[in-house]
């Protein structure tokens, strides 16, 4: 299986802050990653697509990048709304796995 | 906008078999989409468990391959997962997820269903 590792495992940061989370594949997956939001009590939601494709309602603050084995998540400037965790998940191979998560907190 | 939900017993016995629905609103399971489910347990965060195709095609996740079975039904617009000779290690919240059509980004979840294992 393909191991995905975040860092940092969790943030805080100051509304208006740029944050960045970097996600580290064990392999290269070319460009087969996703990122995903999840607040507190709701299902993970699709934020960026195939590394740095922003999916259709996603705010432009967030943007994605990288390939190969490392990926970067970029919030611009942080909102009260981005309190959440974010996961990474690979989609170059089955079983299509996922990072352990950062838990982002607002200062 | 597609919507899924995710219905069955919230409690399950060890040894027993974990059996769970979801059903799709909104869109029809039998478009160009893979159907998957995933869980999420504090211990192991987000597990990939397997997919399926209206045709019946599945992948499974090997770790689990040996005990799950994954199935659509067409007339009722919704897929099934069952997950037999639980243990307290399968206690966790279940998921249903829509992939991207020609990917495997999950672009739509039901709200998840929690599960525990006990007796």
């Known amino acids: 299986d393909i191991q995905m590792t975040q860092s940092p495992s969790s943030l805080s940061a100051s509304v208006g802050d740029r944050v960045t989370i970097t996600c580290r594949a064990s392999q290269s997956i070319s460009s087969d990653l996703n990122w995903y939001q999840q607040r507190p009590g709701k299902a993970p939601k699709l934020l960026i697509y195939?590394?740095?494709a922003l999916q259709t309602g996603v705010p432009s603050r967030f943007s994605g990048s990288g390939s190969g084995t490392d990926f970067t998540l970029t919030i611009s400037s942080l909102q009260p709304e981005d309190l959440a965790t974010y996961y990474c998940q690979q989609s170059n191979s089955a079983p299509y796995t996922f990072g352990q998560g950062t838990k982002l907190e607002i200062k | 906008q597609v919507q899924l939900q995710e219905s069955g017993p919230g409690l399950v016995k060890p040894s027993g078999t974990l059996s769970l629905t979801c059903a799709v609103f909104g869109g029809s399971i039998n478009s160009s989409h893979w159907w998957s489910w995933v869980r999420q347990s504090p211990e192991k965060g987000l597990e990939w468990i397997g997919e399926?195709?209206?045709?019946?095609?599945?992948t499974y996740n090997p770790s689990l391959k040996s005990r799950v079975i994954m199935s659509v039904d067409s007339s009722k617009n919704q897929l099934s997962l069952k997950l037999r000779s639980v243990t307290a290690a399968d206690t966790a919240v279940y998921y249903c997820?829509?992939?991207?059509?020609?990917?495997?980004?999950?672009?739509?979840w039901g709200q998840g269903t929690q599960v525990t294992v006990s007796s």
């Open positions: 997820a829509r992939a991207a059509v020609g990917a495997t980004d999950f672009d739509y």
């Open positions: 195939a590394a740095l």
């Open positions: 399926i195709y209206h045709s019946g095609s599945t």
